[in-house]
């Protein structure tokens, strides 16, 4: 079985002291989830995180490498995927979409981004995300 292997964040700005997500949804399929995207040749994964936010959203992003947590899941190719996920807080809500890649965007506080948020096992890391990020913002 071929395993890919992807970096990814999850985006977020404070507005009045809590945390709002950015989700994107893609382009080829009614799937909303987060910026994340192939690790290419010898990157990290964060800085494959990185880059997939920059090219997805136009974000120039900084990811915090003290939390991070993974989604493994098969693909229907037949091939596994592991997704290494960090958090990246921005301050401005300005996005400019990879429109081949992601076709629409939102910014939601946690209630509306579990809502929107279309896998049971993304809803578990933004769950988990969502609890480190409050903690840290006191």
Not at 81 to 104: G, H, N, P, R
Not at 111 to 136: G, Q, R
């Amino acid at each position: 079985m071929v395993t890919e292997i992807d970096g990814g964040a999850i985006v977020y700005r404070v507005v009045d002291n809590k945390p709002v997500y950015l989700l994107e949804k893609s382009a080829t399929s009614d799937f909303w989830g987060f910026p994340k995207g192939h690790v290419e040749g010898d990157e990290t994964l964060e800085q494959a995180a990185i880059r997939e936010i920059k090219e997805e959203t136009a974000i120039d992003a900084t990811i915090d490498t003290e939390f991070s947590i993974d989604a493994n899941y098969d693909m229907k190719n037949g091939h596994h995927k592991v997704v290494t996920f960090y958090t990246s807080q921005v301050d401005s809500d300005k996005v400019t979409l990879q429109a081949e890649e992601i076709s629409d965007y939102v910014w939601a506080p946690y209630d509306e981004a579990m809502k929107t948020v279309t896998f049971d096992n993304l809803k578990d890391i933004l769950k988990h995300t969502n609890e480190y990020i409050v903690e840290k913002l006191g």
